[in-house]
Structure formats: C-alpha cells, structure tokens
C-alpha cells in the first residue's frame, strides 16, 4: 500500500515556536521511518557517494526528553508545524559550546514528508541561528536514514565527519549504524 501523502505548500500549515514540546502535542504524529537503504563509507566528501539497498524495516526515533523540558530562550529554539491543532512536526535547535547552531532534533510525520514541511523547519531554524549570531548548523544522523542525509544535502549541508562507536551503549539493533554529522556554514 502506498503511503498517503499530503500537499503541505498547498494547506494552511502554520510554524510556530514553542518553548517545550509535550506527549499530547505530538499523541498523532508518526515519526517512523522505513529503512531501505543504508550508506557506506568511505565517509569522506562533502555528501555521501555509497548506499546499499537493505530487506525494509521499521525505525523509530525516540524524542529527546531535555526538549520537554523548559530552556532559556536565547539558548534554544523549538519551533512546530500545525495544521488544524495537530503538530505534523517539529524542529529543535540549541546554542552548542563552540558556538554553533545544533540541530538536536528535525521531525515530520510520515505522512507529510516531501511536501515542504522539513525546508519550512529547517528555514525557521537556520533563521534563529543567523539571529544569534551563529556561524555553522550542526546536525547528526544515522547511515540508516539516508532519505535524510539526501534532504541535507540538498539543503546545503556538507558532510563533515563520522563516529563509528557513538551507539555503541543503545540497544544492539542501533550498534551497528554510524553517526554522521553535517554542517551548513552561514557565512
């Protein structure tokens, strides 16, 4: 079955930021992703060159809990995407240690992905980080999602480095992926 996808460009989606997420704002949104394919080092370049097509699973990303949490505000940004009170998806966004733009979390709901939705986040987020005066976006990804890694590079971002072992303390099915990190210099 095919999944169902939404015109986001067309309907009356709204951003709005927020200061903290909670469990009811996000009870409809599913934030799944099927893997399909992973990617393959060598991990050098600005993108990544090498995928392989793996059988189709199921991945869900648990949201991070500090981002239900109050923050201050000139240190973080959350901003959401509603439609009709539903929260479809939502970007959060921090002041790192070396001054840099830190992408702590980009979702969309399955169904509205392609439709904009991720671009209209990421703008918001790009927007705050440019307002604080911030030089470089910093995001970090899995090699299972690559449909992300291709948003990202779209986007702009350059692929900057790779940590093999940064999953190594999760649960076994995550053990094996490797971290990429990416980054959009602003200037």
């Known amino acids: 079955m095919a ?10 989606i709204k951003l709005k930021r927020v200061s903290k997420l909670s469990l009811p704002m ?4 599913d934030f799944s992703i099927t893997v399909r394919q992973e990617a393959l080092p060598p991990f050098e370049g600005p993108n990544i060159v090498n995928v392989q097509f793996v059988a189709p699973y199921e991945k869900k990303y648990p949201s991070d809990e500090a981002l239900f949490e109050e923050a201050m505000a000139n240190k973080r940004m959350i901003a959401t995407a509603n439609l009709s009170g539903d929260t479809l998806g939502y970007v959060a966004v921090s002041q790192a240690w070396n001054q840099c733009a830190e992408i702590n979390e980009i979702m969309v709901s399955r169904a509205y992905r392609g439709a904009g939705l991720g671009r209209a986040l990421m703008d918001e987020a790009v927007s705050w980080a440019k307002k604080n005066g911030l030089a ?13 890694c291709r948003f990202y590079e779209r986007y702009g971002f350059k692929l900057g480095g790779y940590d093999r072992h940064l999953y190594d303390a999760l649960r076994q099915s995550d053990r094996s992926e490797t971290a990429l990190f990416w980054y959009l210099h602003l200037h």
């Not at 996000?26 to 949104?29: G, P, S, T, Y």
């Not at 470089?136 to 992300?148: D, F, G, M």
């Open 3 to 12: 999944e169902e996808r939404v015109q986001a460009r067309t309907s009356p």
């Open 26 to 29: 996000l009870a409809k949104a």
């Open 136 to 148: 470089i976006v910093r995001l970090e990804t899995q090699t299972s999602n690559v449909s992300a």
